[in-house]
């Protein structure tokens, strides 16, 4: 990502923009008690969750959405760190969602809960928890760019969690826009059952509205972002016409019974026409798409009528299912109001001012405040604070939340993102969220000497916030870890560490755990004698060392016979082995995969230890390994690269120089995968490095997969840095 350059001025306005959202922030605590707020019944609610490429429009679609149902009073812009989800310093600075943004409007007597993600595959961390909650995938593609890696992202996320999908192609309002062409590449990539249900009037900086394809009337958007007649042009009237007999015959084949109704009499009611486009959507069979322009809420008018009409309530859904604690039975759980009380919740936010916001959807029964509860996933007991329904850093205190809702509650004791609150005397747990493999690592210590207690407490509270960061001390290459998603999570995660908890960090490549390992074999005999004028110490052993199969681990065998070594000193013995494995003999990493045989050795009657035999084990090893041929070993990663065609050249060719093995290749939709295993040290910083190589447009997969030789050239390196090492450390 290239860094931005700012003019002063703007970069006064935009540190006083986020001075004056941390203190809106820093009052969520005063949200106003809206006695009146109308509760909904699961089937007038809606769960959406906004995925897409990152700048494809999810943000100003959801902008849009709070000003045509009147949560707002304009629409906020990206650019000037304006808009309702994106409200934390770290998006404002950057210009993009970096958490989730949970937000509400009411349309046609329907809640429509709005969760809008981040485009970045560093955060799809908070993809898991949406998808979970969520009812319906928006899968917001940019008119002007097409389908883009997050687009397939998104499709795989949403097909993983089994959720229903729509597509939003935003940006209908920019230059050089062919909806048209972007319909057609989303039905060659989705297949046909991808159908407009709205199409622009004009295109490009000369839209005038959308019109629908069920109705074949146009529509314009007032200054207020209502809804305004427009008059349909001749020759869009025959494309709306042609693409609704496809959307018919779609909602047709959807249910048996329209499908006999549609072969009698050629068409379908506008009742039937709605009833099979919302079985077609709940079953995954249709993939609505829609035209909007987030900026002017061109459209957004007609998708809410699209999401009244046609997205799967709560009710409808009935995908929850769990488990009675200490049973493995499967429960299904339906949204009732009156059911036991269930919730899941999918995301935390801790703020210093605050505390934890704990953001959860009810899942059964009904959310009231002061009411005692049980968290089953950690066997605790919570009370429900203060509920809140959100858009953004805007809260408004409600009395209760019923099945199906989404809000949140403050200061719960023990209870963090995944976790699930239910009744105490019919228990349920859901299972608990799984994120993604981490493709980053990095290792960090404190600016100040006196902060590492500081940044474990901040670490642990931002971990809370972001499950998808792992965090550990290595005890083997001796540092703090931060694994992440990609560069850009980690810089967030710093600049939070910093601005929440006042620490600073730095941070450097780590370690790599190499090991090391003989191919050869050895015979050695060692003599450990020193006398110093009381009682000296003494012991001999004699060993051999040979090599195990990659993965062995350590063999230790006694082989001594007629006691020339007594019992009791062939465990030191042992022991002096083990660890020397741990120290290493040629670079200082881990030993493995050896068998050690104690075959001889003598003992002295007043001067032989545990001690001395311990140190006669420990030297005749450090012999026997470099006397057998020692060698490297690095650990290697199996590794995924989804990149568009056009780039696979420059990727296969960096694979290769990060001395990569090209596995394999195989299409993936409009893109390709590239399947390679490259050593663990040849992936430092590789997410940023690849975004750089493909614009944005490519991500990977990595995972462990084994240890094998480090090339003689590179491994006379590390040897030599080791030692260099050592030197400085005793100098």
Request: glycine share 10%; with cysteine.
């Amino acid at each position: 990502m290239r860094p931005r350059h700012t003019s002063p001025l703007r970069f006064r306005l935009t540190q006083a923009l986020i001075a004056a959202k941390i203190a809106v922030f820093g009052n969520l605590s005063l949200g106003s008690n809206l006695k009146g707020v109308k509760n909904f019944t699961p089937n007038q609610i809606r769960n959406v969750a906004l995925f897409g490429h990152q700048g494809a429009g999810k943000t100003m679609l959801a902008e849009s959405i709070l000003y045509v149902t009147g949560e707002t009073t304009r629409i906020g812009s990206v650019e000037e760190g304006s808009t309702a989800s994106d409200y934390s310093p770290e998006e404002i600075e950057r210009n993009n969602s970096i958490q989730t943004g949970v937000l509400h409007g009411v349309w046609r007597d329907t809640k429509i809960n709005v969760l809008d993600l981040p485009g970045f595959a560093d955060f799809s961390g908070e993809w898991a928890g949406a998808a979970t909650v969520a009812d319906m995938a928006l899968i917001v593609v940019s008119a002007q760019s097409g389908i883009e890696v997050g687009t397939e992202q998104a499709w795989s996320q949403a097909v993983v969690s089994d959720l229903p999908r729509m597509f939003v192609l935003s940006k209908i309002d920019r230059e050089n826009v062919d909806f048209a062409a972007v319909v057609a590449a989303l039905q060659a990539r989705f297949g046909p059952r991808a159908v407009p249900l709205t199409w622009p009037v004009s295109e490009g900086v000369t839209v005038k509205g959308v019109a629908s394809v069920l109705t074949g009337e146009g529509q314009a958007v007032d200054d207020k972002g209502q809804p305004q007649k427009l008059e349909v042009p001749a020759d869009l009237a025959a494309t709306l016409a042609e693409w609704k007999g496809k959307v018919v015959e779609a909602a047709a084949e959807a249910d048996d019974s329209l499908l006999e109704k549609f072969f009698e009499a050629g068409d379908l009611s506008p009742d039937e026409l709605r009833q099979g486009l919302h079985t077609g959507i709940l079953k995954g069979e249709i993939y609505p798409i829609l035209a909007c322009a987030g900026p002017s809420a061109v459209g957004t008018p007609l998708l809410l009528d699209a999401l009244v009409d046609f997205a799967p309530s709560p009710e409808a859904r009935e995908n929850w299912q769990g488990t009675h604690p200490g049973t493995e039975d499967q429960v299904r759980v339906k949204a009732d109001p009156a059911g036991s009380f269930a919730a899941y919740v999918f995301k935390t936010v801790s703020e210093p001012h605050v505390g934890e916001l704990s953001i959860f959807r009810v899942v059964s029964g009904k959310a009231h405040s002061g009411v005692d509860v049980s968290n089953t996933t950690r066997d605790a007991h919570e009370r429900l604070g203060q509920l809140s329904i959100l858009n953004g850093h805007n809260r408004k205190d409600v009395q209760e939340l019923g099945a199906g809702d989404i809000g949140a509650t403050v200061k719960l004791k023990h209870t963090h993102t995944g976790d699930t609150l239910s009744n105490g005397k019919d228990a349920i747990l859901f299972p608990t969220l799984i994120f993604p493999e981490p493709v980053m690592r990095q290792a960090i210590t404190p600016n100040s000497k006196g902060d590492d207690e500081k940044m474990g407490t901040g670490l642990s509270r931002l971990r809370e916030e972001d499950p998808s960061f792992r965090l550990e001390v290595d005890p083997e290459i001796k540092q703090t870890l931060i694994y992440g998603q990609g560069e850009m999570q980690l810089d967030v995660l710093v600049a939070k560490l910093k601005r929440k908890f006042g620490v600073e960090i730095n941070r450097v490549q780590p370690r790599i755990p190499y090991r090391e390992t003989i191919r050869g074999k050895s015979d050695i005999h060692y003599r450990h004698k020193k006398q110093t004028g009381g009682r000296g110490q003494f012991g001999e052993v004699y060993i051999k060392v040979s090599p195990l199969a990659r993965g062995g681990g350590f063999e230790f065998v006694d082989a001594i016979v007629g006691g020339v070594i007594p019992n009791k000193f062939i465990p030191s013995v042992e022991k002096g082995i083990v660890e020397t494995m741990l120290q290493g003999a040629l670079a200082g990493f881990h030993i493995v995969d050896i068998k050690v045989e104690l075959y001889d050795g003598k003992y002295h009657n007043v001067d032989s230890s545990d001690m001395a035999f311990k140190i006669a084990g420990s030297m005749a090893f450090r012999d026997g390994i470099r006397q057998a041929n020692p060698i490297l070993l690095e650990p290697i990663y199996h590794v995924e690269v989804v990149v568009p065609e056009e780039f696979m050249g420059d990727v296969t060719g960096d694979l290769s120089s990060r001395r990569g093995k090209i596995q394999g290749m195989e299409p993936e939709g409009p893109f390709q995968k590239v399947k390679a295993q490259i050593p663990l040290a040849e992936l430092y910083k590789y997410s940023s490095d690849l975004r750089s190589m493909t614009q944005g447009r490519g991500h990977h997969t990595r995972s462990y997969s084994h240890y094998e030789e480090v090339p003689r050239e590179i491994a006379a390196k590390i040897v030599e840095e080791a030692e260099k090492a050592k030197a400085e450390a005793r100098s």
